[in-house]
């Protein structure tokens, strides 16, 4: 049963993005510093150097899209809403709630999201990463890190992943639903989900995140009930080595030479707008759409502080204090990163 004498902070986890165009290149440093994204040999010696030397030149490459999209992320923004409506959500509950944001690459950091929590004087936490699907790249690095810097005597309790959650489903259907609507004959349109790619050797290290992105599109598929043709695809590819494939960029060239023109991209591992979504989907691949010919292009917008999205987060924190046990870390087994070129996200 609820305690709702007790005073509960819920931490919500995102990589964060760069607030400022200043602040692409430090942002892009610490992704590439992060030990759970790149390991190797003695990685401990050159991974800062690594690191620099990578996002020295990463930062060029991304620049234009942050220039699309205004020169900095929202995702902290929209982060910040979703903790403002979830504390809403859940004092409707009759809970004496605090909710916080922790960006993994930047502002606000773990370790500021802790020193505010601590001024809060919470009784229990609930860890809540807003990763719908589970990878050691996101939800994993996320709660290693709040290993590293959490020292408060409080009972901790975790959301590992939430793809199958109905209410979940239903958030992302309406959106999907919003998006076809914007077609003449919304039937026509083929549905193309994009998600996050993540090297093949995440995967063949036994992370869960491919098949829970399949299973995601799946469900939705069946809760939606469209009978449009879809197919997923991954993007944001970093370095020369294997990712999950197909591209988004290769998905458009396939469609194109069978003649479909026209495509509703739904980004499906993703839970708030950002450069992934409005640069990258919405603005990069509009423009390739349109040279290869399709006459219609749009793109699902992220759930951010969708009500459904919000109810669904307020039901996963109560059920998370409801387990009779704690689920207060992902160990994430000693197993090695991915190498250097690897690296599973470019920034939010």
């Given at each position: 049963m609820l305690n709702r004498t007790r005073r509960l902070g819920v931490v919500l986890f995102q990589l964060g993005g760069p607030d400022t165009p200043a602040a692409i290149e430090p942002f892009l440093y610490n992704l590439f510093c992060d030990p759970d994204i790149i390991d190797f040999p003695f990685a401990r010696i050159g991974r800062k150097a690594l690191a620099k030397l990578i996002s020295t030149t990463r930062a060029r490459k991304v620049q234009h899209h942050y220039e699309s999209i205004g020169g900095a992320s929202p995702i902290r923004r929209f982060t910040e809403l979703q903790a403002q409506a979830l504390e809403a959500e859940l004092t409707a509950h009759g809970l004496d709630a605090r909710c916080f944001v922790a960006m993994r690459?930047?502002?606000?950091?773990?370790?500021e999201a802790i020193e505010e929590l601590r001024h809060a004087q919470c009784d229990e936490v609930v860890l809540l990463p807003l990763y719908p699907q589970y990878s050691s790249t996101t939800t994993g690095s996320s709660l290693n890190e709040w290993q590293r810097h959490f020292r408060l005597d409080l009972p901790v309790h975790t959301v590992d992943c939430f793809y199958?959650?109905?209410i979940y489903l239903d958030a992302m259907a309406e959106k999907i639903d919003d998006a076809l609507q914007r077609f003449a004959v919304p039937g026509n349109a083929e549905i193309v989900f994009s998600a996050h790619g993540v090297p093949i050797s995440v995967i063949a290290n036994g992370d869960?995140?491919?098949?829970?992105?399949?299973e995601t599109v799946h469900l939705l598929m069946k809760r939606g009930g469209w009978l449009n043709h879809h197919r997923l695809?991954?993007?944001s590819k970093v370095g020369a080595s294997k990712w999950l494939?197909?591209?988004?960029?290769?998905?458009?060239?396939?469609?194109?030479v069978i003649k479909v023109r026209e495509v509703c991209v739904v980004p499906v591992a993703f839970v708030s707008d950002h450069v992934e979504t409005l640069g990258e989907i919405n603005h990069?691949?509009?423009v390739e759409a349109q040279r290869l010919g399709f006459t219609q292009f749009e793109m699902s917008a992220g759930l951010n502080d969708s009500p459904k999205f919000i109810s669904a987060?307020?039901?996963l924190v109560i059920q998370?204090?409801?387990?009779?046990?704690?689920r207060s870390t992902i160990q994430v087994n000693g197993r090695q990163g991915a190498a250097p070129e690897l690296v599973a996200a470019a920034g939010h």
């Amino acid at each position: 049963m609820l305690n709702r004498t007790r005073r509960l902070g819920v931490v919500l986890f995102q990589l964060g993005g760069p607030d400022t165009p200043a602040a692409i290149e430090p942002f892009l440093y610490n992704l590439f510093c992060d030990p759970d994204i790149i390991d190797f040999p003695f990685a401990r010696i050159g991974r800062k150097a690594l690191a620099k030397l990578i996002s020295t030149t990463r930062a060029r490459k991304v620049q234009h899209h942050y220039e699309s999209i205004g020169g900095a992320s929202p995702i902290r923004r929209f982060t910040e809403l979703q903790a403002q409506a979830l504390e809403a959500e859940l004092t409707a509950h009759g809970l004496d709630a605090r909710c916080f944001v922790a960006m993994r690459y930047w502002h606000p950091f773990t370790n500021e999201a802790i020193e505010e929590l601590r001024h809060a004087q919470c009784d229990e936490v609930v860890l809540l990463p807003l990763y719908p699907q589970y990878s050691s790249t996101t939800t994993g690095s996320s709660l290693n890190e709040w290993q590293r810097h959490f020292r408060l005597d409080l009972p901790v309790h975790t959301v590992d992943c939430f793809y199958r959650h109905p209410i979940y489903l239903d958030a992302m259907a309406e959106k999907i639903d919003d998006a076809l609507q914007r077609f003449a004959v919304p039937g026509n349109a083929e549905i193309v989900f994009s998600a996050h790619g993540v090297p093949i050797s995440v995967i063949a290290n036994g992370d869960p995140y491919q098949a829970q992105i399949e299973e995601t599109v799946h469900l939705l598929m069946k809760r939606g009930g469209w009978l449009n043709h879809h197919r997923l695809c991954y993007q944001s590819k970093v370095g020369a080595s294997k990712w999950l494939q197909p591209s988004l960029h290769q998905t458009l060239r396939d469609l194109a030479v069978i003649k479909v023109r026209e495509v509703c991209v739904v980004p499906v591992a993703f839970v708030s707008d950002h450069v992934e979504t409005l640069g990258e989907i919405n603005h990069e691949a509009r423009v390739e759409a349109q040279r290869l010919g399709f006459t219609q292009f749009e793109m699902s917008a992220g759930l951010n502080d969708s009500p459904k999205f919000i109810s669904a987060l307020g039901q996963l924190v109560i059920q998370a204090l409801d387990e009779t046990y704690s689920r207060s870390t992902i160990q994430v087994n000693g197993r090695q990163g991915a190498a250097p070129e690897l690296v599973a996200a470019a920034g939010h």
